[in-house]
């Protein structure tokens, strides 16, 4: 079964704090994605990421930061966080589609979130 | 840019009943499009997978349909049981690798 991690499940951070979120895959996945998601603003991509040292910004990544030093893992990183960071974040990773290669396996899998506050 | 719709919203059902849940995308360019689950202050749960080639995947109770040209696709479960009830979530890959998703219907089926 394809296992994505998260660090946590629950954090209570003060405002001004570097927070890292830790997630880790054992598929070999090249695709992993941060999202967070907000009651009534359904599930919202921050970062997401090809491959090692890869990334690309999504809708919300204002506040947000990621790296990718090693395949299995992808770090979303808040700089300083705020009050308006509380949220539940959630990871998931799949393998990379190349256009016209014909993949069988494509989903996408969830880690069990993390439910950050910040106070 | 790619919306995602899902309608209802909110459904609440009696035990027993079939149910529709609809999901509406706005861009046909996409690999295929998810189903899946997410229980209360949990993650992401898949339920099924439709690749764009695709007219619908089966898995037990669950039947999930793909009309990629209208941009729709439904999700349909047989004989509910309050063991479904839940936030169910469709998200389409873009060809950018993109997962993006719908807002979710929350099922509720009672005893």
């Known amino acids: 079964d394809v296992k994505v991690t998260q660090s946590s499940r629950y954090l209570v951070k003060r405002t001004g704090e570097k927070v890292f979120l830790e997630c880790v895959q054992d598929?070999?996945?090249?695709?992993m994605f941060w999202y967070r998601q907000d009651p009534g603003l359904g599930l919202r991509l921050i970062y997401f990421?090809?491959?090692?040292?890869?990334?690309e910004k999504g809708d919300i990544p204002e506040g947000y930061s990621v790296s990718r030093e090693k395949k299995e893992r992808f770090s979303l990183i808040l700089e300083s966080a705020s009050t308006n960071q509380t949220s539940m974040y959630l990871c998931?990773?799949?393998?990379?589609?190349?256009?016209?290669?014909?993949?069988?396996?494509?989903?996408?899998?969830f880690g069990q979130g993390t439910r950050l506050t910040v106070v | 840019k790619q919306e995602v719709t899902q309608i209802p919203a909110a459904l609440s059902v009696p035990e027993g009943e079939n149910l529709v849940l609809n999901c509406s995308f706005t861009?046909?360019?996409?690999?295929?499009l998810q189903w899946f689950r997410q229980d209360p202050g949990k993650g992401l749960t898949s339920l099924l997978l439709?690749?764009?080639?695709?007219r619908e995947q089966t898995s037990g109770r669950l039947n999930a349909s793909l009309d990629k040209s209208s941009g729709r696709s439904t999700l349909y479960i047989a004989a509910s049981q309050p063991g479904d009830s839940a936030t169910y979530l469709c998200?389409?890959?873009?060809?950018?690798?993109?997962?993006?998703f719908g807002a979710g219907t929350i099922l509720r089926v009672k005893s």
């Open positions: 998931a990773s799949r393998i990379l589609i190349l256009q016209g290669s014909p993949n069988k396996n494509t989903e996408a899998f």
């Open positions: 598929m070999d996945h090249e695709n």
């Open positions: 990421s090809y491959d090692v040292k890869m990334k």
């Open positions: 861009d046909s360019a996409i690999y295929n």
């Open positions: 439709i690749q764009s080639s695709q």
């Open positions: 998200a389409v890959m873009e060809y950018g690798n993109k997962l993006v």
